[in-house]
């Protein structure tokens, strides 16, 4: 199973919202699509489920066209819509029913996964009796209960606490060993790094970089250098070229140019006569690399 978007584009009036996005995601894994508000992402993802036309390119589903060859689908949009009357169980059989779901199947998968996300007894509340996070649980359910190929989440942890942050997570891990092919929006970018192979980060339609997360990181070099000494380092990284110079008690993360000016620090605080206790080049973080190529802080 494999999802194609080849040089898409779409536009409303003169402004080009979506431009020349291509991606490939394939079973099994997860796809992050990331971007600031307004960079194109759901944008593209509507387009992608037929929900809004697009102007250039195409949608591919295992190589034929997405609509005529249409998988079946879970989606998590980003602006949610429950029916704030209706019971939990009411509200997810009828959308198992509509994904064509038989009724003894839908029961028992909502009872499955009324357990697995730990809201078995709300099972017949109204979903305006829910706090915030179960409501997203439901939301949640509503996305996967019929058993999807393709999975589209759009920032499926807003609202959660970080317990049930991490149990969403297991969750996600488990559709990606089922072998769903699952497309992953996102503000939290250590979200994103724990799942997600490949990226695409949008600003104003475009890609501006996309592939192997591990590769692209790669490419950054080692070029966050962490340093642990009890002496003060102050004097001695002054007017080293070193930018974002941070300290934490005794440790301290800068940003050199390449490793070459990194061995040149360590030597000179060893000529200084100064102990240093930890020194640890690391690639940088998705949330830099963002930071970098989009300008917006998440």
């Not at 099972?123 to 305006?128: A, D, G, L, S, T």
Request: proline share 3%; net charge negative.
């Amino acid at each position: 199973m494999t999802l194609e978007i080849k040089h898409l584009g779409k536009h409303y009036g003169d402004k080009k919202v979506v431009d020349d996005v291509s991606l490939t995601v394939k079973a099994g894994e997860a796809f992050g699509l990331l971007g600031g508000n307004g960079a194109g992402k759901t944008t593209t993802i509507r387009s992608v489920l037929g929900l809004l036309e697009y102007d250039q390119g195409e949608v591919l589903w295992n190589g034929r066209p997405f609509l005529e060859n249409r998988p079946s689908i879970g989606y998590l949009p980003e602006e949610r819509g429950l029916y704030p009357k209706e019971t939990v169980s009411e509200q997810l059989i009828y959308l198992a029913r509509l994904e064509g779901m038989k009724r003894g199947d839908a029961h028992k998968a909502l009872k499955t996964w009324l357990e697995r996300l730990g809201i078995a007894e709300h099972e017949n509340k109204r979903v305006e009796q829910l706090s915030k996070g179960n409501q997203q649980k439901v939301q949640i359910i509503s996305a996967l209960i019929h058993d999807p190929e393709l999975v589209i989440l759009d920032e499926p942890f807003s609202g959660l606490d970080p317990v049930n942050a991490d149990l969403l997570a297991s969750v996600v891990k488990e559709q990606i060993a089922l072998g769903k092919a699952l497309v992953f929006s996102s503000h939290q970018m250590m979200q994103v790094e724990q799942f997600c192979e490949n990226i695409c980060i949008l600003k104003r339609g475009r890609a501006q970089i996309g592939g192997r997360l591990a590769d692209i990181k790669r490419s950054y070099g080692r070029s966050n250098l962490i340093l642990r000494s009890e002496a003060d380092l102050t004097s001695l990284l002054e007017g080293r070229g070193l930018a974002d110079i941070r300290r934490d008690a005794q440790e301290w993360t800068l940003k050199v140019k390449d490793e070459a000016q990194a061995h040149e620090l360590m030597r000179a605080l060893g000529q200084a006569g100064v102990p240093v206790l930890k020194f640890e080049l690391k690639e940088p973080s998705l949330h830099e690399i963002f930071i970098e190529k989009v300008g917006e802080a998440v």
